[in-house]
């Protein structure tokens, strides 16, 4: 919850900062900054579709994915081209 909070202050200032800017240079008005800042954090925050912070998932769910790496064959060793190259040529 600290990493969302974090994100959507971040997102506050950012928009913040970058619609003062541009009051400053184009003549806006200055009061959407803030607006447009909150509006974009509190949906950064809010997250309705769960597109930016996915639940996570539960533990019986990881100890299956844990379980199921042991069922995987085991690689093969690399072999070293370079020096069979090396060794054809002299």
Not at 5 to 20: D, K
Not at 25 to 33: F, I, M, N, R
Not at 73 to 82: H, K, L, S, Y
Request: glycine share 6%; aromatic share 12%; hydrophobic share 50%.
């Amino acid at each position: 919850m600290a990493r969302r909070t974090i994100t959507a202050l971040l997102w506050l200032l950012a928009v913040w900062t970058f619609w003062n800017g541009l009051s400053v240079y184009a003549g806006l008005p200055w009061l959407v900054g803030p607006l447009a800042g909150f509006a974009l954090a509190g949906l950064i925050w809010w997250d309705p579709r769960e597109i930016l912070w996915r639940p996570r998932p539960d533990r019986a769910a990881v100890r299956r994915r844990l379980a199921d790496l042991e069922r995987l064959p085991a690689p093969e060793p690399a072999r070293d081209v370079r020096r069979e190259a090396e060794s054809a040529r002299g």
